[in-house]
């Protein structure tokens, strides 16, 4: 069992090599997703189209606008720029905490994404930032939101024609702050439990002027909790506020069965890790 | 791996049971199912594709409906498939009941699915959910095409 690798270096190529072979084509840039696969025996593509020697895919770019992150920066380069900490220090959190340094160095941001595992770290976190993906056709650029591109465990919005390029996080407001949470109970390299990423901002007087709070691990892919977000925006959070905002979590959360737990129990602690988060915000 | 699966279709019972127990014509409204030809009394060869991202199962197989009872409203039908490239087979007994409900129908099916091989590497959860989307598509196109 053998594919042919190729190796474009530019978008341009890339594109070519995608329209010429189809479905019969699969993207990598870490390949770290689709080696698991590839060794599983779940994907036999004849050729994989490997990304990583586009340089216009690389890089990270700090903009007034906010922050752009080339879809081949691996999770280590990530972790370790400058303007990534300076922007949210959550965000290199989030990316720290995800696997063992091993995979952090080979995985990239936008093979990440595109493999759209719905217990993966980065997409909550980018879901709360209000963050978006760049798609590349031959037609052109279109931006996705990050929390319009998960649409089903291992599916995306993005069309066979497209190659995820970069991601945009915009400017936060002045005193937003944010927070990425885990639940680990099993090892410090699994996957979460459950895990809950947050942004908030309070308004001069105290009110919640803005807030927004995501989840993975809780469905079929990362989700929003805008249940939540609307028990909050507005008020004035105190601990009470707070818990029954986080219990309405339930609504927006559809977790499974698995290895880390039960339904039941994700949804025990999606209410407990969120309200975490949110009381941690404020504080 | 059981599963259960209820379904109101809004049309009466017989023209429910027509429908369900044409197994081409049935299949028509399984989505990602090629063509289905028949290959004996009650036998027919078929061929599914079920998506989950980049991964694709090409399931090619034998359909037949094994029992029918009209008076009951309960049909039985067997499927046994695999998918050559991947490798993997899929056997599923599904057992299938009409239920008036005024001017409706309610259909139920109980499946009792045997998975080996390489497609069992997803998981229940996600078999499950990928069945549960399955099993609604059906139900909205009996509907339609009874409609």
Known sequence: MTYDYHEPETVAEALALLALHGEDAHLVAGATAFTLLWRQGLLRPGHVIG???????????????????????????IERAVEVGR??????RTFASVA?????NQATLGGNLAHADPAQDPPPMLIALGAEVVATSAAGERTIPVDEL????????????????AVRCPALAPGTRATYLKFLPRTADDYATVSVAATLRLADDGHVAD????????????????SVEAALRGARPDARHIADAAARVDADIAPFDDVRGSATYKRDMARVWTERALTELVS | MKLEHTALVRAPRTRVWKLVTDVPAAARCVPGVAAVTPSGTGKYKGSLLVQLGPVRLVLDGDVALTATDE?????????????SRL?????????????????????????????????????????????????????????????
């Open chain 1, 51 to 77: 990304l990583r020697r586009i340089a216009a895919l690389g890089g990270i770019t700090s903009t007034e606008g906010g922050l752009v992150i080339g879809a081949t920066v691996t999770h280590r380069a």
């Open chain 1, 87 to 92: 922007y949210c220090p959550a965000l290199t």
């Open chain 1, 100 to 104: 063992t340094v091993r995979v952090r």
């Open chain 1, 150 to 165: 998960f649409v089903d465990v291992f599916t995306t919005s993005l069309r066979a024609d497209e190659i995820l390029t």
């Open chain 1, 211 to 226: 807030v927004r709070v995501a989840l993975g691990a809780c469905g079929p892919t990362p989700v929003r909790a805008r």
């Open chain 2, 71 to 83: 008076a009951a409203g309960k049909a039985s039908v067997r499927a046994d498939a695999k998918d």
């Open chain 2, 87 to 147: 490798g993997g087979t899929v056997r599923a007994t599904m057992d299938l009941t009409l239920v008036d409900k005024g001017e409706d129908t309610e259909l139920r099916i109980t499946s009792d699915v045997q998975i080996a091989g390489r497609i069992g590497e997803f998981g229940q959860p996600v078999i499950q959910r990928k069945a549960d989307q399955l099993m609604t598509q059906f139900a909205e196109c009996l509907a339609r095409t009874l409609a």
